[in-house]
């Protein structure tokens, strides 16, 4: 599964900003076209907006039974470094939504004392907080419909890969492996999908070394096409489309 690119075939001549209105209209025109069709969509908007909050998510994944961090939403530096302090093993900062700038994408960070004393500026824009979870492999894990795939990444094998994997992404692609979950983790996702009414997404995991399961976020809309050699995703999401897996039906407010 790949994200769309609306616009992106657009000359590459045009003014910036000619091309973000552009892309925009051309989006607008394309999603009126689709919202009125009567075809699954995999998965619609409203649908999609609403299971994207993650937040919700994490909430909603507590309450199937999957383990989730510690985690602060603030702008508050105070607080920040308050939440820093009760968690030992340290602490990362992430942004919700995938920002890239000038000098390249903002990825998952583990903060040290020198990023803790420069948190004034979080005033102007809140971030997320999570309690760093040990990792002795992470996961993704795809739901397509009603059935579950998994697979492994060893990052702290990688360099570069250790706090965000994403970091040596392409590098890392022939390194991954399927990963079998155990029957009450499948499920718990299973649960996760039903309460956020979406019959696709990609979730980050981490394996402890212990051997917990804890889900950092699932992506909505999140590629997982480097797994399409060890896992039939592309069959999955065939067969939810034509009608022959079953679908989950969101409430006819979001469809």
């Known amino acids: 599964m790949r994200r769309s690119s609306v616009g992106a075939g657009l000359p590459e001549a045009l003014p910036p900003d000619v091309r973000r209105a552009a892309a925009q209209e051309a989006r607008e025109v394309l999603m009126g076209a689709l919202l009125d069709t009567p075809a699954l969509w995999v998965d619609p908007p409203a649908v999609a ?12 994944a507590r309450d199937a039974g999957l ?11 105070d607080a920040a470094r308050a939440f820093a302090a ?13 920002l890239r700038i000038a000098g390249g994408t903002v990825y998952t960070n583990l903060l040290g004392p020198a990023d803790l004393a420069a ?39 990688i360099a570069g890969a250790e ?16 990963h ?38 699932n992506n909505v809309v999140g590629e997982s096409f480097w797994l399409y050699e060890m896992h039939p995703i592309p069959d999955a999401l065939a067969d939810l489309l034509t ?5 989950r039906v969101p409430p006819a407010d979001m469809r």
């Open 49 to 60: 907006a609403r299971a994207k909050q993650k937040a919700l998510q994490l909430k909603l």
């Open 119 to 157: 948190l004034d500026q979080l005033v102007a824009c809140p971030m997320v907080f999570q309690e760093a979870v040990p990792k002795a492999m992470e996961l993704r894990v795809v739901v397509v419909g009603q059935q579950v795939f998994a697979a492994e990444l060893d990052t702290q094998a």
């Open 86 to 98: 009760s968690c030992p093993g340290g602490v990362i900062a992430k942004m919700y939504n995938d």
């Open 180 to 217: 079998r979950l155990p029957g009450p983790v499948a499920r718990g996702f299973l649960a996760l999908h039903d309460a956020l009414h979406t019959n696709y997404g990609s979730a980050d995991v981490i394996l402890t070394p212990d051997g917990r399961y804890v889900l950092l976020e």
């Open 243 to 247: 009608g022959q897996a079953p679908a």
């Open 67 to 77: 383990e989730v961090p510690r985690t602060l939403e603030t702008n508050d530096p």
């Open 163 to 178: 706090v965000d994997w994403r970091r040596q992404g392409a590098a890392s692609v022939a390194d991954w492996k399927p």
